[in-house]
């Protein structure tokens, strides 16, 4: 199955991080200012692309499934380059 990563898009891997840490979609909007339905969005667009699902939604919040554990230390490192460049262009 062919996954649509052409379009990539960095915000996806943002909010992925954030209702990782957080745990929840409410607790990753009141970290970052997105609003709830944004992070659910991405949540989801991420997992279409990757071609896996990333959570489990639960009545709590959200449990990270094998493929978010996977994927998480590449994430991390992404947001380290994006803070790198960010730091190198200033």
Request: glycine share 6%; proline share 3%.
């Given at each position: 199955m062919a996954h649509?990563?052409?379009?990539?898009d960095w915000a996806l891997v943002k909010s992925f991080l954030a209702v990782l840490d957080a745990?929840?979609?409410?607790?990753?909007?009141?970290?970052?200012?997105?609003?709830?339905?944004?992070l659910s969005r991405h949540l989801?667009?991420?997992?279409?692309?990757l071609g896996t699902p990333l959570f489990e939604r639960t009545?709590?919040?959200?449990?990270?499934?094998?493929?978010?554990?996977?994927?998480?230390?590449?994430?991390?490192?992404?947001?380290q380059a994006a803070d790198a460049m960010r730091r190198a262009a200033a």
């Amino acid at each position: 199955m062919a996954h649509d990563l052409e379009r990539f898009d960095w915000a996806l891997v943002k909010s992925f991080l954030a209702v990782l840490d957080a745990g929840s979609l409410m607790g990753a909007a009141r970290r970052t200012g997105n609003q709830q339905p944004t992070l659910s969005r991405h949540l989801s667009e991420l997992e279409a692309q990757l071609g896996t699902p990333l959570f489990e939604r639960t009545g709590r919040g959200v449990s990270a499934l094998p493929a978010a554990l996977a994927i998480a230390d590449a994430a991390r490192q992404m947001q380290q380059a994006a803070d790198a460049m960010r730091r190198a262009a200033a």
